[in-house]
């Protein structure tokens, strides 16, 4: 990177706008569960999502992905949505249960014919597709012979990802194998919020394992089928304490280990985590792990997604299950508490901006090989309506995203090799065990008549890619 390919945040054009480096990709990210809906056509088979959606209570308002926003119907017309914003990538997800009904065996032909239609008409949008392999909609067929607590997950993953490569590898030049496996090992098995909706320890250690085995397997899978961009999407976390007490200190090292080091220590260091024995005790027996394992997993990457949205402010807390056969593996005497000095998005989460500048830079200094980093995820839950006018002025998203973008900048002003940056979401969708009560789109969605809304968001992020490609104009 040369002095004249980029600024420092200060340094910005006329308009206020963050400027990046020559060759920064802009675009926007979505979720095969969170707005496809068709769940039971051409041949889809249940996920472990539409299970936990019909349980009572799990989900609020009792929602479900049935028809989410349709996107399977209408692609088109979001492919559009992204073509006019300007966006240089579209990441969406594939629904495993779309390829492989029951997880395994010959590909559902109707399904890969989906993801065809999508990623031809993302090409003719001079739009570059990147698809990401696993967004946590397992199919139920695998989760009843054990899900990721088991190894054959992992093996059938790897068959899943080779079958999807076979049919768009020649037209996807980036992949992702997982998104946010932290949410499926902890918050899947071990706190319960997510499908399956268990409450484990050792099970939900095995899952973060077993996901890191499928990771590696299928990252064997892409590279022998010769993709340009192999990759990962994890959501580490810049994790602070409290206070500076010794306990609080120790909190936030427990923290580390269940938020970041379980992942990041076995894919760009080599080593397992080194405080979790003092993490898990007795659970972290590591007998799920077999020779040979941090080799597999730590094969080399052409980049590492990070999905960022808030920094975590962690205390000691008093209470440890002392059993280990009812102590889940979050259980581990830390706790996110609540800051008041912030505005907060409707999902309770604290907006520091400055704080995606320190992860970035953290993340640099502690793993020496880390790949080039491209942001997978970063925006905001807004409380946005439609007003008088017909639009929605949704102001504070419009902020939450110049803040962060200009903190993406600092990060890149401080030597992080970051490449690109995704958006979430292009539109409001189906916010997990939230229902359809969060909004995170830059266009809206009514969850009545389907139709989409650009919100003022929208038009300020075309603005700023607009204002991206003019300054890289000779």
């Known amino acids: ?6 600024t420092t945040s200060q340094e910005t054009a006329a308009s206020g706008f963050p400027r990046f480096p020559q060759g920064f990709s802009f675009g926007a990210a979505t979720a095969s569960y969170q707005i496809e809906g068709a769940y039971d056509e051409d041949g889809r088979g249940p996920s472990i999502w539409d299970t936990y959606c019909r349980e009572p209570g799990r989900v ?59 990623v031809d008409e993302l090409l003719a949008a001079g739009i570059a597709p990147a ?34 490569v076979e049919r768009l590898g020649d037209r996807v030049p980036r992949w992702m194998t997982l998104n946010e496996p932290f949410c499926t090992a902890f918050v899947g098995y071990a706190i319960g919020r997510h499908a399956p909706g268990a409450r484990e ?26 993709v340009d961009e192999v990759g990962i999407a994890l959501n580490p976390e810049l994790l602070l304490p409290a206070t500076d007490s010794e306990a609080d200190l120790g909190a936030v090292r427990r923290a580390e280990t269940l938020h970041n080091a379980v ?18 005790g007795e659970l972290a027996d590591g007998s799920w792990r077999l020779a040979g394992d941090l080799d597999l997993i730590g094969a080399p990457l052409d980049f590492v997604g990070v999905n960022f949205y808030r920094p975590i402010t962690v205390s000691d807390t008093p209470h440890r299950d002392p059993d280990p056969a009812t102590r889940t593996a979050v ?53 946005d309506e439609v007003a008088a006018d017909g639009q929605v002025h949704d102001a504070d998203r419009v902020a939450y995203l110049r803040d962060h973008l200009h903190a993406l900048a600092d990060a890149i002003d401080a030597g992080v090799d ?57």
Not at 1 to 6: G, S
Request: with cysteine; proline share 5%; charged share 25%.
């Open 1 to 6: 990177m040369t002095a004249n390919e980029t």
């Open 60 to 118: 609020a308002n009792g929602a479900t992905g049935d028809v989410a926003c349709d996107h399977y119907h209408r692609y088109r017309e979001d492919v559009g949505l992204l073509r006019d914003l300007g966006a240089d990538s579209y990441r969406f997800s594939v629904a495993w249960p779309r390829i492989q009904p029951t997880g395994s065996g010959a590909a559902n032909q109707a399904g890969l014919d989906f993801y065809d239609r999508l």
């Open 131 to 164: 698809a990401t392999l696993y967004h946590w909609d397992l199919p139920q067929a695998l989760e009843d012979r054990g899900g990721w607590r088991v190894r054959e997950t992992a093996e059938r993953f790897a068959e899943y990802a080779a079958l999807v």
């Open 201 to 226: 320890g050792r099970g939900a250690l095995a899952a973060a394992h077993h996901l890191l085995v499928g990771h590696g397997l299928a990252v064997r899978v892409l590279r022998e089928a010769g």
């Open 263 to 280: 992942w990041l220590d076995p894919l760009f260091a080599d080593r397992y985590p080194e405080h979790e024995a003092e993490t898990w």
């Open 331 to 383: 259980d581990i005497r830390a706790e996110e508490t609540w800051r008041d000095d912030v505005r907060h998005t409707t999902m309770g989460w604290p907006v520091v901006p400055e704080t995606f500048t320190r992860l970035l830079t953290d993340l640099a200094g502690r793993y020496p090989t880390l790949p080039p980093v491209v942001i997978t995820e970063n925006g905001s839950a807004e409380a």
């Open 418 to 474: 970051v490449r690109g940056y995704y958006l979430w979401s292009l539109l409001d969708n189906f916010e997990w065990a939230y229902g359809y009560d969060k909004r995170f789109g830059i266009v809206r969605v009514d969850y009545d008549t389907l139709e989409r809304l650009p919100k003022d968001s929208y038009r300020w992020y075309q603005d700023m890619i607009a204002n991206h490609k003019k300054q890289e104009m000779p």
